[in-house]
């Protein structure tokens, strides 16, 4: 193109974009929430959430193998109680394996529904994020299913997340690993409550209001669902892991594992309402 | 108008492969960044305003896929376009660990650059020792990726240049 081959238009032309570009960053941090590029951004999401679980569907065993890699480690311990399983799994002919495990799980989303009787829309987890820097995944059902900004979102076995951003037919949830998430938590044994925070792919950590509290390992953190909170009193978020114990700090901090698997998330449970 | 609809259809497949397939293959923290990786190439084969261009539009289509303020991945791989296109006009080598080489290199640099700059927004949610580790394993992960993707890309680059335009 002659357009772009003198050195000047070119300097032109980069200023150009970088003004623009500035524009929008300014344009999209003072609008916040409600900025006008809120709908442009539901439509790639809606766009996306499409492509994302078409190819799903290809790739995931090709992810989750390529993820595999990484856990090497703990996979091996895992071998021989998989290799028990497959057993028992091969008597059970013409019956797919991936169908038992769909049941499976849908089965312990249920429990968790009903033992804490939440109502919600069932969705399908289809994608994750484009970054290296949010932990937030793609959910298939959007605001054609009543999925609001700020639904708390749950798995079978725990808290999951929250929805930051809804389309008509899909939804992002941003997980609570994020280290931008914070969740009000308490000790399920002694009432104690504290903000668990997000810290990646490291442990979850709570910071207790009270730095008295006797906190044992292994104790069942739960969403303390205070009044006019996000979340649900109840749903298990993690068990305390580690205790740091800092004397003369006003807070006491403790390190939780989450219940949830985040590299394994399928079906989960948006709730509203 | 032949080249403009190759070089949007080379970013919009990176993006899609990337919103899609590489958004799940993710290696001790860190995935690859195709849109940086074609970016940093087309600039490489057509210039800097070709990069430029490639940049910004494949950068803004990224970040309506972002939760962080909208332009910031634009402004960086503007950037990267702008300068990879200039800085190989004075680069003779004909090497083909060249194009292996930028692509790391500028995949490492566009990360730490846009982190700065989601930190200077007071939006960046983690550490320094954190970003940096990512940048680096994003940068070789890219790089690994280049072999692979490099004359796929050159292949359509080429195939819509007009012939009589000679370059070096």
Not at chain 1, 43 to 61: D, I, T
Not at chain 1, 133 to 156: M, R
Not at chain 2, 66 to 88: F, M, N
Request: charged fraction near 15%; hydrophobic fraction near 45%; glycine fraction near 8%.
């Amino acid at each position: 193109m002659a357009l772009y081959s003198r050195p000047r238009n070119t300097r032109l032309l980069v200023v150009s974009l970088v003004m623009a570009s500035l524009l929008t960053i300014t344009v999209d941090y003072r609008g916040g929430e409600r900025g006008p590029l809120e709908a442009a951004g539901q439509g790639a999401l809606q766009a996306v959430a499409a492509l994302q679980s078409g190819v799903s569907k290809v790739v995931q065993p090709i992810g989750s193998f390529l993820s595999g890699i990484a856990h090497i480690g703990s996979l091996r311990s895992e071998n021989d109680a998989l290799k028990a399983q497959i057993k028992a799994l091969e008597a059970r002919a013409g019956q797919s394996i991936s169908d038992r495990r769909i049941i499976k799980e849908l089965t312990r989303l249920l429990k968790l529904t009903e033992d804490l009787q939440l109502k919600g829309v069932t969705g399908r987890v289809v994608g994750e994020s484009v970054s290296n820097f949010e932990w937030s995944v793609t959910i298939n059902k959007g605001s054609a299913d009543k999925v609001q900004q700020n639904d708390p979102v749950v798995s079978g076995d725990g808290l999951v997340g929250h929805v930051i951003e809804v389309a008509p037919h899909a939804c992002r949830a941003q997980l609570i690993i994020d280290p931008d998430s914070a969740v009000a938590g308490r000790l399920a044994s002694s009432g104690e409550t504290g903000l668990v925070v997000g810290q990646r792919s490291k442990p979850l950590t709570m910071d207790l209001v009270n730095s008295d509290a006797k906190v044992v390992i292994n104790d069942q953190v739960v969403t303390s669902g205070y009044q006019s909170g996000l979340y649900p009193p109840e749903i298990p978020i993690g068990l305390v892991s580690h205790v740091f114990s800092r004397p003369g700090s006003l807070t006491a901090t403790i390190e939780l594992t989450p219940t949830v698997d985040f590299s394994a998330l399928e079906f989960v449970l948006v709730v509203n309402g | 108008m032949r080249r403009t609809i190759s070089w949007a259809a080379v970013v919009l497949t990176a993006l899609v492969l990337q919103s899609t397939v590489f958004a799940q293959v993710k290696l001790a923290d860190a995935k690859p960044d195709l849109v940086y990786l074609v970016t940093a190439v087309l600039a490489f084969l057509e210039g800097p305003a070709a990069g430029a261009m490639a940049g910004f539009f494949g950068g803004m289509a990224e970040d309506f896929l972002l939760d962080q303020p909208k332009g910031i991945t634009a402004l960086t791989l503007t950037l990267v376009g702008y300068t990879v296109g200039t800085i190989r006009q004075y680069v003779v080598t004909p090497s083909p660990i060249l194009p292996v080489l930028v692509v790391g290199a500028t995949t490492t640099a566009a990360v730490l650059f846009n982190q700065l700059v989601t930190f200077l927004l007071g939006q960046l949610t983690v550490g320094a020792g954190y970003v940096i580790k990512v940048a680096l394993l994003e940068g070789v992960y890219n790089a690994v990726l280049t072999p692979f993707l490099f004359p796929v890309i050159r292949r359509v680059a080429e195939s819509s240049r007009p012939t009589k335009v000679f370059r070096w």
